[in-house]
C-alpha cells in the first residue's frame, strides 16, 4: 500500500531474534509490509523462512527466549511491540485474530465447541451468555456447518478437519475482527475441503472488509487468494509486491525457482521434470552476511558473498533483494506464472 495512515497494519522493520545454545538464531530480520482493509497479503516460502515466527510475533505469542524489535507494528491506532501485555490480550481473539495450522491443537479437547465459541464473545464483549449463543450460532451457519445447534453441543474430537477448521474461523470472527491472519489453514485438509476453505475465507473477507495475512508454502493458494505477495527466505522478505506483479515477472532468484517448481496443466509432457532448487535454507544462527540464497543459486557471483544485499525496485514494480537485474526472468517461470494466475 502506497497510503501508510489506510493501512489496518504497517510493520516496518520487524526482526526476532531467538538466543539457542549455539548463538542467536535471527529467525526474523528486517522485514516491512501493510495490508489495508478486505485486501490480503501472502507469505509464502519454504518451511524455516520465518513465516510463522513473523506470525507469532505480530500476535506477541513468541517463546520467552526471543527478542521483538521493529520501528513500529500499527495496528487499530497502536504500536503493537509498545503496548503493554493487558492491552495485548484485549486486541487477540477481538480485533486481531489468528487461525492456527492445527485447529485440533486450537480447540480445548475437554470443552464443547459451543461453550468455547461463547468464551470469546463473553471476554470481549461482555452481555448475556444467550447472545453469545445466538452469535456462534448465526456465524457457524455462515462458515456452511449443517445443524449448528447440534455442533454447539459436541466435542472437537467429534469433528472432522474441516469442520474443526471451520469452527476455528467462525471462533475467529465472534468478535469482527479488522485483521485475521491465518497460518497455513488448509495444509491438513484434503483438496477438495481446501478449496471450500479458501473459497470460504475470501467470501467472509469480503463480507467483513477483514484485512488478512495468509501464510502457505503453496503457490496455488497465493494465486487464488492474494492481492500482494511477500516472499520469504531465510528469515528475510526477498520479493514483494502485487500478486501480478510477482508471478507475470518474478525479479529474484528463488521466486523463479518456486514457480518452475509448480507444473502447468495441460502443457507439461509425462517426461517432462518439475524444477527443483538444490539445497536447504542454511542456518541462521550467529552472522549472516551476503546473500542467504546465494548457495542455492544459479546466478551466484562474487558480489553475493559479502555485504548487504538491499532491496531495490523492478521496472515492474515489485521489490527485490538481489544484485541480479530483473530483466533476465526465465520465460518458463512467466509462462508458469500466467497459467496458474
Not at 497510503?3 to 528486517?30: K, Y
Not at 487499530?76 to 487461525?99: F, H, P, Q, T, V
Amino acid at each position: 500500500m502506497n497510503a501508510q495512515d489506510e493501512a489496518v497494519i504497517d510493520v516496518a522493520n520487524l526482526s526476532v531474534d531467538i538466543s539457542v545454545p549455539a548463538g542467536q538464531l535471527h529467525a526474523v530480520s528486517d522485514i516491512s509490509f501493510s495490508v489495508g482493509p478486505g485486501k490480503t497479503l501472502c507469505l509464502v516460502g519454504e518451511s524455516g523462512c520465518g513465516k510463522t515466527i513473523t506470525s507469532l510475533a505480530l500476535m506477541r505469542l513468541l517463546p520467552r527466549s526471543a527478542r521483538l524489535s521493529a520501528t513500529h507494528i500499527r495496528f487499530d491506532g497502536r504500536d503493537l511491540s509498545k503496548i503493554s501485555e493487558k492491552e495485548m490480550a484485549a486486541l487477540r481473539g477481538n480485533r486481531l485474530g489468528m487461525i492456527f495450522q492445527d485447529p485440533m491443537t486450537s480447540l480445548n479437547p475437554v470443552y464443547r465447541i459451543g461453550d468455547q465459541l461463547e468464551e470469546v464473545y463473553l471476554r470481549h464483549r461482555g452481555g448475556p451468555r444467550a447472545k453469545a449463543r445466538e452469535r456462534a450460532h448465526f456465524l457457524l451457519e455462515k462458515v456452511g456447518i449443517i445443524n449448528p445447534g447440534q455442533r454447539l453441543t459436541q466435542y472437537p474430537h467429534q469433528l472432522s478437519g474441516g469442520l474443526r477448521q471451520r469452527m476455528m474461523i467462525a471462533m475467529m470472527l465472534m468478535c469482527e475482527p479488522r485483521m485475521l491472519i491465518a497460518d497455513e489453514p488448509t495444509t491438513a485438509l484434503d483438496v477438495t475441503v481446501q478449496v471450500q476453505i479458501l473459497n470460504l475465507l475470501r467470501e467472509l473477507q469480503q463480507e467483513f472488509n477483514t484485512a488478512m495475512i495468509l501464510i502457505t508454502h503453496n503457490l496455488g493458494v497465493v494465486a487464488r487468494m492474494a492481492d500482494h505477495v511477500a516472499v520469504m527466505y531465510a528469515g528475510r522478505i526477498v520479493e514483494q509486491g502485487t500478486a501480478e506483479q510477482v508471478f507475470r515477472q518474478p525479479a529474484h532468484p528463488y521466486t523463479r525457482g518456486l514457480l518452475e517448481c509448480i507444473p502447468r496443466h495441460g502443457q507439461s509432457a509425462h517426461h517432462d521434470k518439475l524444477g527443483s532448487i538444490p539445497g536447504i535454507v542454511p542456518s541462521l544462527v550467529g552472522k549472516i552476511e551476503g546473500c542467504s540464497f546465494r548457495n542455492r543459486c544459479l546466478y551466484v557471483h562474487d558480489g553475493c558473498q559479502s555485504g548487504a544485499i538491499a532491496m531495490q525496485q523492478a521496472i515492474s514494480g515489485q521489490n527485490y533483494r538481489c544484485l541480479l537485474a530483473p530483466h533476465e526472468v526465465s520465460g518458463a517461470s512467466i509462462a508458469k506464472a500466467e497459467n496458474m494466475a
